[in-house]
C-alpha cells in the first residue's frame, strides 16, 4: 500500500541530498530555523559561489528568507481557523480592521510568526484582553506571549491592523480602482506578493486553515464577493453595510480574496453545486453567454477527477479588469467574455478559439492548487503544469485525444529550458514559466510512458483522490507515481522538474539495418521507453545511457520518434 511520505507540517528534507548544485543551496538556505534577530548574510553557503552562474536564480533577500522558510515559530504552531474582519473605505482608499487567528501549538513556545507588509500599521496584538508584544522585521512580525503556550492546546489572538496596501505586481495584490460607470472597483490577486501584502496572517503555504469567516464592511450599494458561502449581509447603519461569508474547507492565504463592485448576480447550479456569476451591470447579456462554458468544464473535470471540491462553497466566478486568479470558489474573471486568452489563441493552434482559457485554465486550479497545494512555493509546478494538463483534459473530454495533443504541442515554442523548473525551497522562491508549458509536456510524456489509458484514467483520478485537501511536494507525488505503475519514475521526474535541459535520444545510423540508441540526459540513471519507427507502425523501445542497437529496415530519414507524446530532443547521425 502506498503511504504517505510526510504529513504537514513536519519538514522533510532528506530528498534533497539526492540533488547537486542549485539544491544544495536550497537545502542550505532551508535546513533549518532562521532566527528573527539573524541577518542572511551570516549564512551564505559555499554552494551559492561554487554552482553554474547563469544556472542559479536571484540571491534569496533576508525578507526572502523570513518568508520562504519554515522556522521555529512557523513550525510550533498549527493554523485552525481565520476570522478576517475589516472595514474598506473607497473614499480613503483606507482599510482597518482585524484577523482572529486560532492555533494549536506543537510544541511549547512563547513567540509565533506572523506576517503584514511594513508599510501597513499593526495597530494592536489582544490576546484575551491582554495586549501582546511584537516585533517586526522585513514583512514578519514576531508575536510574543507572557507566558509559555502549551503544547497541544488551542490559543487565538486578534490582530488588529490599518493602512493604504501598496498596489503592486501583475494583477495589482490589491487596487482602489473605479469601473467604467465611475463606481469604485476593489479587488485582490496577491498570489505573487503573498496575503501579507494587505491582512495579517502566517504567509506561506504549507499549513492552513480548516475553515475561514471573511466579513467586509463597505458603503451601502455596493457588493462584496469573497470566499466560502454567503452568510448574509447586515446594514450597521452608519452608511455601511457588512457582507460575511463562509469558506467550509482549508484554503490557502493567497487564495482569501475581496471583490467589491456595482456587481449584479445570476446563478445557474449544476445538480446540487450552487453556481453563482457576479459581473458589471453592462456586462450582463455578455456573461449569460460566455459562462455557460463553466458547466462543461465542471462536468469534464468532475469525469477525470471526481466530485468539484468545494461543493458546500459553491463555485463562483467574478468579474474583475485583470486577466483572472484562481480563488478558492471565487474565481475571478477578465477575459473580455470572449474565447482564446485575452482575444488571443494561447497555443496557437486553432483549437484555444474554441473555448474560453480562463474559465477552463483558473477553475482547474480549484482541483490542482486549491484543493491539492504545494507545501512550498518552489513545488507549484503542482498547481500550474497541473493546471495546464486539466486544459487539454477539457480539450480532449470535448474534442478528443487527437486535439488534446495537438493542443499541448502547441506550448513547446514558449517552453525555455533555461532553469530548473522547480527553484530553491524555502526561499520564497517562484518558479519559471517553464512550470506551465514544459510542465504540461512533462505530464504528456509521463502518460506515454504508462502507455496505457486504462491504467492513466485511473491513476490521475486516485493521485488527486489521494492527496485532495493536502499541501504536499515533489516527492510525494513522485512516490505516488512509482508506487502505483510499479516503475521507478523518480529520475524521469528528476530530469524534466530540477535540470534545465530535456533529454535528447542519441540515434547512430549503421551501414547495415541496425540503428544504435542511447539517453544523453542530465540526470545520472534517467531512462524511459520511447515509441519509434514510423507513426503507422510505432514500436516501443528502453533505452538507458548504455548505446543499444535495434534492427530496422528504416532509414535515417524514414525512422521517427514520436515527439508529439514525449517530450525530448532526437539526434540522428
Ligand atoms: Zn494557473
Redesign the pocket.
Known sequence: MFRRAWSKPVVRVSVLAVLSGIAAFARAQSSGPTPPSTRSSTAQPAAAQTAAAPQLPPRPTHADILRGSYGTYRANNDLLYYHLDIRVDPQKNFISGKNTIRFRMLQDGMRIQLDLNDQLSVDKILFGATPLKFERDSGAVFVDFPDTLKSGEVYSIDFYYSGTPVTTGRFGAFTFAKDPSGHPWIYTACEETGASQWWPNKDQWRDEVQNMEISVSIPNGLVDVSNGKFMGQTDLGDGYTRWDWLVQYPINNYDISLNIGNYVHFSDPLGDLPMDFYVLPEDLNKAKKQFVQAKGMIEAYQHYFGEYPFIKDGYKLIEVPYSGM?HQSAVTYGNHFANGYLDRDWTGVGINPRFDFIII??S??EWF?NSITAADKSDMWI??AW??YLESLYVEYMYGHQDALKYINGYKPKVKNQLPIIPPRGVNATPPPDQ?FKGVLFINTLRSIVDDDSRWWPLLHDFYQYFKYQNIMTEDVEQFFNERTAMNLTPVFEQYLRHSSIPTLELKFTAADNVEYRWQAEEPDFAMPIRVGTIDHWQVIHPTAEWATLKTPLKKDEFEVATDRYYVNVSKE
Open positions: 484562481e485554465h483558473e482547474a486550479h492548487g498547481h500550474e493546471a495546464t506551465y
